[in-house]
């Protein structure tokens, strides 16, 4: 089926069928544009004369990137610096897992979308709430992700370790750490990921800049070609942090590089 | 001759309603002996391994291991376990200096990678040092295993079914290394197997025990010449020997099935 040189799975494949996908969605995109008015499907072409226009105001788009990366990389450090101790606390301590989890499994219950205006009340319209916003659905991923992965360690090597003669610290750090990384990476790619869309919530909630609060006021002027350089730029953030964590992933654990 | 593991009337129950795990177990190795436990599945010979590798207690009785009764450290004592139990995100070098690691804090890296090659060479795995378990065959990763219970100042080794899982042929290959490794740097070694052929091949002396509640019923003593090789399997004395095992286990049976 394939001819020599072009493996299926491989990079080049990938490549090009990506490339290709892309391609078929720009021409019914551009197809179907000129059926509809600007405001309900706005053509390529009204999307770069906006986008360049935009740009044109200097610094205005990049204050509006970067208030959503800033508000998105605290919200998801201090989610995850708070998830990943607690995980490690809730998978040592039954108990207080006993305890906690259904106050952590009815907070995650309520949508934070609920959450966020109330949020934006009690600590105002400025970064802070956004970050609180952020933080709070990076959270639970990094948290469940932390107690399943240091939970699932393989009592066999515990017991292997105990055997030649380690402590519980070493223990810990010798095996229960570097076990658990896999799933902890998996719930740090979720997290990051959501934090960008807890940023958004936020700015719709009340704000006055930042990729999302750009969403919500080019809604309420009609400015499709806005919004849609907006959710290209969100996808180009969310994009961009779920390579860095994959990066990272292969940097810390190099035994998962498939050879 | 200083004894390496005592085992004085061993009981081991995990609850009251079954019959205890272990009763009564009397054992003792001689330093520098080769013993392998045979039984039934069930039998509680793992447990047994377990005991003296100090991760259990026992209810009542006594084990000590070179005269102390503290047995667990790596020092001393060392286990490999059937599937190897290889640290996946370490490669075979720093696998192995893992005991090391544990037990040698003042040495430091250099001696210590220096004594992992050693006991890589005891076991003829040269150049595989950088490499990840997942990159190795299950032949290799026992090999492996066996090097990380061999290295250091390990003088006594728990193997608890460490050849189960491998085929035939790479079975009699680690025999033959298990064979080799004894001449070059002598250890004493407590083995438990399911195959009656491994336990003569390699032993000084054949437990058998039965399940149920289990316990020791008797011994056989292989008094095969060393070095051995593997056609020695042929001859009438090692088929002799094996029924001395065999017609053991059918005594523990027949009180239990027939």
Redesign the interface.
Known sequence: MFKDGFRPGSAGERLITLFGIALVVFLIWAGLSTLYPVYILPSPGEVVRRARELFGQSGLFALHFRTTLVEALLGFGLGAGVALPLSYLLARHPRLDRLLTPMVVAIQAIPIVALAPLLVIWFGFGLTSKILIAALTAFFPVLTNGVVGLRETDPRLKELLGIMGAGKRQIFFKVEIPSALPVIFGGLRMGLTLSVIGAVVGEFSGAGQGLGYLVYFARGTFDTPLIFIALLALAVLGVGFYLIISWLEAVVMPWQRKD | MQKAIEVKNVTLAYSQDCPPELEGVNLSVAKGEFLCLVGPSGCGKSTLL?LI???LTPDQGEIKVFGDPKT????R???V?QDS?L????TVLDNLL??L???DPASGRSVWEEQARAALHLVNLDGVEDK?P??LSGGMRQRVALARALVGRAELLLLDEPFAALDAMTRSQLHLEIMGIRQKAPFTGLMVTHNIFEAVFLADRVLVMGEKPGRILGEVKIDLAYPRALKIMSTPEFAALVGAVQELLEKGWGKNHV
């Open positions: 377990r590798a100090g991760v667990a450290g790596w020092s004592l060392s286990f376990p139990l640290l996946p995100w370490r893992l005991p690691e544990l037990n990840y997942h990159q």
